[in-house]
């Protein structure tokens, strides 16, 4: 059974920061990108960031390059997004995803994991 299970979100004032976690289970871990996405209320899903090795290459949105860190444990088959410097604009719920390397759709996606900023 094919599982992208997302955790981490929470609430947390402006400024302060999270780790959202990705846990993969029922694929071959290795074989895959992993990107995360966010759907604020009222607008269509964005690409946040994704990772193909991490002796490969890492890609960020404009808005959040230099705040968001993407990371990958191969060891236990989890990807991160570490969230520094919160913005009221990064309220969201973060969906994680995976794909084959060579395919431009992503395969699997989470559930999906609720990061609210207050300000």
């Known amino acids: 059974d094919v599982q992208l299970q997302a955790s981490g979100g929470g609430l947390v004032q402006a400024g302060g920061s999270l780790r959202l976690s990705c846990k993969a289970s029922?694929?071959?871990?290795?074989?895959?990108?992993f990107g995360w996405f966010r759907q604020a209320p009222g607008k269509e899903r964005e690409g946040v960031s994704c990772?193909?090795?991490?002796?490969?290459?890492?890609e960020y949105e404009g808005s959040v390059e230099g705040r968001f860190t993407i990371s990958r444990d191969d060891a236990k088959n989890t990807v991160y997004l570490q969230i520094d410097s919160l913005k009221a604009e990064d309220s969201a719920i973060y969906f994680c995803?995976?794909?084959?390397?060579?395919?431009?759709?992503?395969?699997?996606w989470g559930q999906g994991t609720l990061v609210t900023v207050s300000s």
């Open positions: 995803a995976a794909r084959l390397y060579g395919r431009s759709a992503y395969d699997f």
């Open positions: 029922g694929f071959s871990f290795d074989d895959y990108v």
């Open positions: 990772i193909s090795r991490s002796d490969g290459w890492t």
